[in-house]
């Protein structure tokens, strides 16, 4: 297949069967979503230690005491103000060894769990957009490959994490050589950059199209390297095709990031990066290496006769109604999938707000105990701008990516999603406990009767995967069973869209002017 073709399979893709591709990228949200459990789970343990102890409710009176006395509004030349004795020694009995310990290990675990997460993500996804661009089940061929070819993924995975490693040795050589000499630190760190660089650029690029092999051609991951590395000699064009396309790919993620963050709306590249560039430049990928006529697009080097039977003969290319129709449809569908969800499977939705409950309780009783009271803006009508359409389009997406990782991690047999939760939970009880109750539930309730009990539909979803998953390593369901429980995931978040749509608009336009006329 040439670039142009491929280019034309991965636009087509997208367009023409969104609801193919973008549950596989969602499925690897979520198992990615695992990579930030430990985390979570240290500075969850991390607080216990120093509730236990009495450090931490040293720590914020001393914390509290310093923002009170302290006129951060002063002249900004002057000098930073002394932290006092009391403040500094609170931080340090509270970063103890075994702190620091627990801290240390939840980031190792992380990083290790990263590894072998985002090995399984790609897995996924690769093998989810050949079966799209073969005219197969997405979701289905995602997790049929994903329990085939786990093991060359994670090792493809190690192989490039190792490559990193190795790239930074030169230059963390160079910056120990500061030490020893500044002007042979900065040489020796300039010069082990390029070299450590290098190595890592040449090896990734190697490595570019290892994973693409392991799809295509069934290959372990002795073989996918060496096609992976073959790849730019026996095709140049299509490799330098490739380079190209991934730098524009790139360098529009990054042009948007910018443009997003700019616009207050940073969270949007949250939705556009995972959700359309890249699985836009997967699908291209798979489409160049594969080198075969799909979705219809045929190769220039085909006849017309040839291409016009290839089109006839591909479901893809039905007609279809217009995408404006296409996309009011889906959202309509997503609404009747939320209401079916809600009648047809309570228990995980009631397990879900169980969780939440829970850790909100737990977190305000142990922020109340504190005595301390956060103060409220003096200007809560203004508190998002005169017009905050930035402020509401970033509610709308987080809330929506809070609610697809939540939803999506009971493929990790529900862990992330019950996380999520308690996280959730957490925050919304400590905040209660440190502020004026009246000020939060006029901050809150306007929009949060609307947004909180669509996080615990998501985390129903989440927990629902969960036990689909389960029930197939326990032999009671199918891979057919995860991937029906995945796309009914998929069509109830469109659902859940619109209904967070309108809390953000409720939370951006509304809620300030509720929150101030009750608090007068």
Known sequence: MTVGSALRAGIRLLVDRPASVLPVYLLGAGLTATV?????????????????????????????????????????????????????????????????????????????????????????????????????????????????????????????????????????????????????GGVATAVGVLIGGGIILVGLLALAFAGQSVVVDDAGIGGAIRNSTGFPFRRPGAFVGYLVVAIAVFGALSLLGSLFSLLGVSQLSGLVGPLLLLPFLDIFKLALYADRKLLGVADETDSPADSADSAATTPSQAPQPPHRHRAVAAFRDGLAAL??????????????????????????????????????????????????????????????????????????????????????GAIVGALYGVTDQLGFVALVAPHGIIEIPAIFVAGGLGFHVAGTVLGRLTGRATTADIADALRLAYRVLLGLAVVLVVAALIEAFLTPWIAAAVLG
């Open 36 to 184: 930030r459990v430990p985390v979570l789970v240290a500075i969850a343990t991390v607080v216990g230690l120093l509730a236990s102890d009495g450090r931490l409710e040293t720590l914020v009176t001393e914390l509290e005491g310093y923002l009170r006395e302290t006129d951060f509004e002063g002249n900004a030349a002057a000098s930073p103000p002394e932290i006092p004795p009391g403040l500094e020694s609170a931080v340090t009995d509270a970063f103890s060894l075994p702190v620091v310990g627990v801290l240390a290990v939840g980031v190792t675990l992380s990083i290790l769990i990263g590894v072998v997460a985002n090995a399984l993500a790609n897995a996924a996804a690769l093998h989810g957009v050949y079966g799209a661009l073969t005219d197969d089940d997405a979701l289905s061929a995602a997790l049929a490959g994903l329990g085939r070819d786990w093991g060359p993924f994670v090792g493809l995975s190690v192989l490039k994490t190792a490559l990193v490693v190795l790239g930074a040795i030169p230059a963390l050589i160079g910056v120990g050589l500061f030490s020893v000499s500044p002007a042979a």
């Open 339 to 424: 209401a079916g969800f809600l009648r047809g499977h309570p228990l995980p939705v009631l397990l879900a707000t169980g969780l939440f409950t829970l850790a909100a309780v737990l977190s305000f009783q142990l922020t109340a105990s504190f005595g301390t009271e956060i103060p409220l803006p003096e200007d809560v009508r203004n508190v998002f701008g005169t017009v905050p359409l930035d402020t509401f389009v970033m509610l709308a997406a987080n809330n929506w990516l809070v609610s697809a990782t939540a939803a999506y991690g009971g493929i990790a047999l529900g862990v992330p999603t019950a996380v999520d939760m308690l996280l959730n």
